[in-house]
């Protein structure tokens, strides 16, 4: 049956005033899941016009229709109606001094030939070093292990936020570098490459992120005016450097590939460092944080499924073993739909289209941006039940592993498999197996654990209070 056309509710106030005000109340007198809730029931409708953060004068054009429904949302995955041109992080795009003067692949639309190329790159790396990635996440988590364990035996809490952003980091680079960002050398990093990664990425994120520790008038500031890549420059060259000294394997492919070396090295830097270290440095906390605060039940669950899975697999946690987890699988996926690591998905239109959310449908006119909110489209309540809960059970047996087509963490559903024609994370595959080492390293050597919470938003920092084995 075909559902009414109707007119795409909201306004964007007045120009510039208007972005403004929308900004004011994404951040602080509504907050960004409130932002969404009110709209959509003052107009009774999951699309709508609003302005997204940050607004002018960083961004030209604070205009959006916002998509907030899994019928709607998916149209933005789709290249061959939506262009993805300069929309990573939203409505700007920060200076392309931030990445050694080149538009990185997570800017390019796929319709363009370095997009295939940087891409391609990207997948060739992940084949050739597939086999280190397990090992060397066991090797740096092993190393968080020990630096927990004593400051518990010594009655402290231990950091599992500050350990992360180590091992994350750590990991990533022994894996596809093929160099311990720790030893001594000409381009060492000493114990710092996670916060010189975190340091230069906080700046580009900065006008759309909120709770952020800083007061509200400096914080307002940092949403009004672009923080100059200077700044940083420090941070990037020191991480480019090591790359461009150590990761001669990769770079030597991507001229194979018809690449510069220095625009491999640019793209190299930024797939490690924002998009695969960010992602887990973001991600892997919720997880945890979830898995706490689920108590001490779903704990001993997985303990005992993990335990179980190594004792039949020869003692040896490795793939083979991790693939016959199903509750740590549907636990770790049940946290990508409440927290995806990228949150915000943007496209232009690339011409007349009708678009349909679960009641009505809408006409949008070339050239308009569309935005989705994903922690809201994944609670959608027409698909989900219980939609606001974190279920760890929910995607077990075979009608929960259908459920997974609605999971869009990784800038596509989770049944479908990113591919140089779309923008879907090329890392998807990674990014699912190293949550599931985290969740089955923990749980083969303890059997439980507590947490305490301090801070809020990205100031977030968890902490060990207690680990039994």
């Not at 007198?29 to 960083?58: D, H, W």
């Not at 039940?385 to 087509?405: Q, S, Y």
Request: hydrophobic share 40%.
């Amino acid at each position: 049956m075909a559902l009414p056309l109707k007119e795409i509710p909201g306004d964007y106030g007045v120009p510039y005033f208007g972005a403004v005000k929308d900004r004011l109340d994404y951040f602080w007198l509504e907050g960004e899941q409130k932002f969404y809730e009110t709209r959509v029931a003052k107009y009774n409708s999951t699309v709508f016009r609003c302005n997204m953060p940050p607004g002018p004068p960083i961004a030209s054009d604070a205009r959006v229709i916002c998509l907030l429904d899994q019928k709607s949302f998916p149209i933005l995955f789709d290249v061959s109606k939506v262009e993805k041109r300069d929309v990573f992080v939203g409505t700007y795009m920060p200076s392309t001094k931030f990445t050694g003067g080149y538009r990185v692949c997570a800017y390019l639309d796929p319709s363009e030939e370095r997009h295939t190329k940087l891409k391609q790159f990207c997948f060739d790396i992940l084949r050739m070093n597939g086999p280190k990635f397990l090992p060397e996440f066991n090797k740096a988590i092993g190393e968080s292990f020990t630096i927990w364990e004593d400051a518990i035996a010594k009655g402290q809490e231990a950091n599992f936020s500050e350990e992360c952003v180590q091992f994350a980091f750590n990991f990533l680079f022994r894996a596809v570098v093929h160099r311990d960002p720790v030893a001594p050398g000409e381009a060492s990093l000493g114990k710092d490459g996670g916060k010189d990664a975190s340091t230069w990425t906080a700046p580009q994120l900065l006008p759309i992120a909120g709770g952020t520790g800083l007061p509200h008038p400096v914080e307002e500031i940092v949403h009004t005016i672009p923080i100059p890549s200077f700044l940083v420059q420090s941070k990037y060259d020191a991480i480019y450097k090591f790359i461009k000294t150590y990761a001669t394997e990769a770079l030597d492919h991507a001229e194979t590939l018809g690449l510069d070396r220095d625009d491999a090295c640019a793209n190299l830097l930024f797939f490690l460092s924002f998009n695969g270290y960010g992602g887990f440095n973001i991600f892997f906390p919720e997880l945890i944080g979830y898995i706490g605060q689920a108590g001490a039940s779903l704990q001993q669950e997985l303990s005992e499924e993990v335990k179980s899975a190594v004792a039949a697999n020869g003692g040896v946690l490795d793939m083979k073993a991790i693939q016959t987890m199903a509750l740590v699988k549907s636990v770790v996926y049940e946290a990508f739909r409440l927290k995806p690591p990228v949150p915000y998905q943007y496209a232009k239109a690339k011409e007349d289209l009708i678009i349909e959310s679960h009641e009505a449908s809408f006409q949008v006119k070339k050239g308009e941006m569309l935005f989705g909110f994903q922690p809201f489209v994944t609670k959608d309540p027409k698909v989900f039940d219980n939609p606001d809960t974190f279920v760890p059970k929910r995607f077990l047996g075979p009608e929960g592993e259908k459920m997974l087509a609605h999971v869009f963490w990784s800038n596509g559903p989770e049944t479908e498999n990113p591919t140089v024609h779309n923008k879907q994370c090329p890392g998807k595959q990674l990014v699912v197996t190293m949550s599931l080492a985290l969740v089955a390293e923990m749980f083969n050597r303890y059997q439980e654990f507590t947490l305490s919470v301090e801070g809020s938003g990205v100031s977030t920092k968890l902490m060990f209070t207690d680990l039994k084995k």
